[in-house]
């Protein structure tokens, strides 16, 4: 197993890698989801739990809502994201926001998804560019995840537009601020050939 902790300015942050996740580690209550699962799903949900739950510093169960987010213990708020073998989670005092995390390869992406998940603005300012692609792509999941608790609908990719700067430094602007009411921060890194991003939101 590898562990690598971050500290973000959404919360603490926690990327394993667990070579070989077992359900068996799991408690009872999330086994019974894990074997709803098909077996790539269910390495997934082990170890990003097993992430989830070291920065817990709990046993309990962590269940999922209605719309496929993680429930965290009264006082706490938290994100899951999985890349292959590795899983990473964040957690955070509750209070301040929502929050969501992200972990993509940090390569150009195998399909052309740019015109898809890119504003126009940000298809000018990338050009060609495909690890920016994938970058914003992570950007924008983290978003989704701090937003969707907030909103509970699917938010579209041109939603929100990113001016990305340096390591740590992303500004995001909501395209209809009526139809997204949310006020939103992000923030990413590379880390082991992988983009971490990660957001919080809050209700405007
Ligand atoms: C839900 C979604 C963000 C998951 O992303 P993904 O890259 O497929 O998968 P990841 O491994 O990164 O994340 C999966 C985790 O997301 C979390 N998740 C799922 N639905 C969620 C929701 N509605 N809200 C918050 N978190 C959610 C879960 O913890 C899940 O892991 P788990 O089932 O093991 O607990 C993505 O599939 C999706 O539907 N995106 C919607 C469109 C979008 O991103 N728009 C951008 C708006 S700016």
Redesign the pocket.
């Known amino acids: 197993m590898t562990r690598t902790e971050l500290e973000t300015p959404h919360g603490r942050c926690l990327i394993i890698d667990l070579g070989d996740p077992q359900i068996a580690s799991l408690p009872a209550a999330e086994q019974v989801l894990a074997k709803a699962l098909g077996e790539i ?1 269910q390495r ?2 082990v170890a ?2 097993t992430a989830l739950r070291e920065l817990l510093g709990t046993r309990e169960a962590i269940l ?2 209605d ?4 429930v965290l213990p009264a006082g706490f708020v938290g ?5 292959g073998s590795r ?1 990473a989670a964040i957690v955070a005092p509750a209070g301040l926001g929502h929050i ?5 390869l940090a390569v150009a992406p195998r399909q052309p998804i740019g015109r898809r ?1 890119l504003t126009a603005d940000e298809q000018r300012t990338i050009g060609d560019d495909g690890r920016a692609v994938t970058l914003h792509f992570a950007i ?2 983290a ?7 907030i909103v509970r609908r ?4 041109t ?2 537009s990113l001016v990305v700067g340096p390591p740590g430094e992303c500004s995001v602007t909501v395209v209809d601020r009526s139809a997204l009411p949310v006020t939103i921060e992000a923030w990413w890194t590379e880390l082991e050939g992988h983009w971490v991003a990660t957001a919080r939101a809050r209700r405007r």
């Open positions: 799903r997934e949900l990003g739990r999922a809502d719309r496929g987010a993680p994100s899951i994201s999985h890349k899983a969501g995390i992200d972990l993509e998940i924008k999941e978003i989704y995840k701090a937003v969707d608790p699917y938010v579209g990719f939603e929100v």
